[in-house]
């Protein structure tokens, strides 16, 4: 064979390079191959199903889907890569709204994650051990099923813990509790020249701030460790819906700013709350948890934020089991997902707006925006507004040196996300930026990451979801860590 001489187990780069030059493909089949690590090639039958995207508008593929069940296979795979001059991205779940967990491109090596399946909870300490393949529903049942624990994340089960940990991870607990991001004690990493080191607050402290915020620039995480805590005995849920704010621009335009007011308003609103406001051009319905009880928030919750606003066609308010919480607010019967077969996907576009707590929203922001989701869209749409800041945020207790995430000054948080199905949506999402950006033009906006946006540059992404000065950070450890930037998609430190 002309290349199989290896040199320290694996082909130096120069001698791929002398022998007539066995194609990527090649050199990694051999090298892959020769550490029995387990890999699909695109003519495998089961190809097409590993590489389904969630979002289908986006789809790449791989050279090779390395499917590895011990570290050791993903370390291998990322010095073959390296070798034979592949980029690579992990797969966690593949919720990546950009499909970045397929490379965001066609050539790359995606390790898929799906084997990764531990969850344990240590009794004494409470620290879960959870395999970086897990989704948050199997997450959720795990801890839960280990002694009644819980964690703040989002209320979609199918998302792997991956990329939603690393980049953030809000859910209606984080105000009260932090983000997901946040309870994330340790990781083991694979790093770019194949070694698998520790990270934690004691170990690795730079790899550690620097995968809590950029993770798929520095390594393939393929376990962590959380500290769970106790789950509440209840928590009361509540859900607003008004079907006319969109008839009337004044009451439209009234109640945000009310909502904004009520969210900002220290004499009712501590961290016990959250919420996220939805809309979709027809409903507006406010839903979010109270750790508190149905009689508190009855009694002096609800009235504040019903106060002079347009009355609500329905209120749902009840007490629920954490448990029977997270189920509820799935959307689904259980929050178990299959460990293999998933089969979710959707055919979308999606932008985000971080709105800094100092300036909130204007009045001028809600009227513009209403005069222009009042025209109506080409396709179904929907915007989620989240309250992350507000009086007692946990979210917003720590700052930029904790972790490698930007957005601890948020008052909100949009996710603007619209069917492509007819490509016109995709104009009308931008829109929806546009519109509050340019309203504002003395506010700098940013964008939140786990609903990353593949239309941006790599130096747009850089400033809306990082900043400079975390950006800059970043990319002095990516030249410490991955210099040969190995682990690549195009919006990674450094590309």
């Known amino acids: 064979m002309k290349y199989a001489i ?23 089949e ?45 370390q291998d795979a990322v010095v073959a890569a390296g070798k034979c001059g592949v980029k690579v991205q992990a797969k966690s779940g593949g919720h990546s709204y950009a499909s970045f967990s ?29 395999g970086a393949g897990v989704r948050i529903g199997n997450l959720a049942q795990g801890i839960w099923d280990q002694g009644k624990r ?15 940990a690393t980049h953030g991870g809000y859910g209606h607990a984080s105000r009260n509790w ?46 962590f460790k959380f500290q769970t805590r106790n789950a509440p005995e209840s928590v009361t849920y509540f859900q607003f819906q008004w079907s006319g704010l969109f008839k009337s621009k004044t009451d439209f335009v009234k109640t945000f700013l009310h909502i904004q007011d009520f969210a900002t308003n220290g004499t009712v609103v501590d961290n016990r709350i959250s919420f996220g406001i939805y809309m979709d051009g027809t409903v507006v319905s406010l839903g979010g948890a109270f750790f508190g009880s149905v009689e508190e928030f009855e009694q002096r919750v609800k009235p504040e934020f019903l106060r002079g606003v347009p ?17 509820l607010v799935s959307d689904k019967d259980t929050i178990k997902e299959p460990l293999t077969g998933y089969d979710e996907h959707d055919h979308f576009f999606a932008k985000s707006v971080t709105v800094p707590e100092k300036d909130g929203l204007k009045e001028n922001t809600f009227n513009q925006l209403w005069d222009y989701l009042s025209k109506g869209s080409p396709a179904p749409y929907f915007i989620i507004t989240n309250l992350y800041g507000g009086p007692g945020s946990s979210i917003n207790y720590k700052t930029e040196h904790f972790a490698a995430y930007a957005d601890r000054d948020s008052l909100w948080v949009l996710q603007n996300y619209g069917d492509t199905e007819n ?24 964008a939140y990451l786990n609903y990353v946006d593949p239309s941006y540059d790599a130096a747009t992404a850089h400033k809306v979801y990082y900043g400079d000065a975390i950006y800059g950070k970043l990319l002095k450890l990516k030249q410490k860590y991955d210099p040969r930037k190995i682990f690549w998609n195009p919006q990674a430190i450094g590309a």
Request: charge should be negative.
């Open 6 to 28: 290896i040199i320290g187990g694996f082909l130096s780069t120069g001698l791929v390079q002398a022998l007539a030059g066995p194609s990527p493909g090649e050199c990694l």
């Open 30 to 74: 051999y090298i892959l191959g020769s550490k029995n690590v387990p890999v699909k090639w695109i003519n495998d039958p089961a190809y097409g199903d590993l590489t389904e995207p969630f979002n289908l508008r986006l789809q790449y593929k791989p050279i090779a889907i390395v499917i590895p069940t011990t570290n050791q296979h993903v």
């Open 102 to 130: 397929s490379g965001g491109q066609d050539g790359s090596m995606m390790i898929d994650l799906q084997s990764f399946q531990e969850v344990t909870v240590d009794q004494n300490t409470g620290i879960a051990t959870v």
């Open 150 to 164: 819980a964690l703040p994340h989002g209320t979609c089960p199918g998302v792997g813990i991956g990329g939603h």
């Open 178 to 223: 932090g983000l997901s991001m946040d309870t994330i004690v340790g990781a083991e990493v694979v790093l770019a020249d194949g070694s698998l080191v520790y990270a934690s607050a004691n170990q690795n402290f730079e790899l550690y701030w620097a995968i809590r915020g950029a993770a798929e620039s520095f390594g393939i995480i393929t376990s």
């Open 311 to 327: 009355a609500p066609v329905n209120v749902n308010v009840g007490s629920y089991s954490w448990y029977d919480y997270l189920v």
């Open 423 to 446: 490509p016109a949506n995709i104009d009308f999402i931008n829109g929806i930026n546009d519109v509050i950006i340019k309203s504002q033009p003395e506010t700098t906006f940013g």
